[in-house]
């Protein structure tokens, strides 16, 4: 028994975080501004919700959902976000991108073979280029650092210092990265991979 069965939502399967992803984002970014999304979308988000989410029943609401909406969020202004709007009218915004990673990360839990293993460079580098959180990129390198190649670990930094930028702002990042324990561990990763070509010749 190889690889781990896919996580199954809204009756599809999905093999890995990156069909995952490549089935959520575009709702996500070919929906309107203040728009509902489709149905059978509503239907996949509220069960990677339910599934996903550490509170997914407590977001999900005991009134029932009447709708999963594209907000601007709140706090990231640009930025776009899935929120719950609820039969008793309250809404609450979530992170698809933390309910993906969850999901597979308690499947690994479950799974006697553990995620970690099933990751090449190559599903690596496709994760790390559809990152558009910093979060994202970090949760990668704290989960796979030890399956990062040096030019993995520069990259993972070369595309963090494209995005945490924009959605972090540029004069409170340093101070943020730098009491990240998972930023440390892949700058001190860069750093030897470093030593270890430029000594190489």
């Known amino acids: 028994g190889g690889a781990l069965p896919p996580v199954e939502l809204a009756g599809r399967p999905f093999e890995d975080p990156v069909a995952l992803f490549d089935a959520v984002g575009p709702i996500l970014m070919g929906t309107a501004i203040d728009s509902a999304v489709a149905e059978a979308e509503r239907e996949l988000l509220e069960d990677l919700l339910r599934k996903g989410h550490p509170q997914g029943p407590k977001k999900l609401g005991e009134a029932g959902v009447e709708r999963v909406e594209v907000r601007w969020h709140p706090e990231h202004p640009r930025s776009r976000s899935f929120f719950v709007v ?71 930094l070369y595309h963090l210092s494209k995005i945490a930028p924009r959605r972090l702002g540029a004069a409170r990042l340093p101070a943020m990265l730098h009491r990240d324990q998972r930023f440390l561990q892949l700058h001190c990763a860069v750093m030897a991979a470093a030593g270890v070509t430029s000594a190489g010749g």
């Open 86 to 156: 609820r039969k008793d009218g309250s809404a609450e915004d979530f992170s698809y991108r933390k309910c993906i990673n969850n999901l597979f990360r308690e499947r690994a839990r479950q799974g006697a073979l553990g995620f970690n293993r099933a990751l090449s460079e190559g599903d690596l580098q496709s994760l790390l280029r559809r990152s558009s959180d910093p979060d994202d990129i970090l949760y990668l390198a704290e989960q796979h650092l030890g399956a990062f190649t040096p030019r993995l670990t520069v990259q993972a």
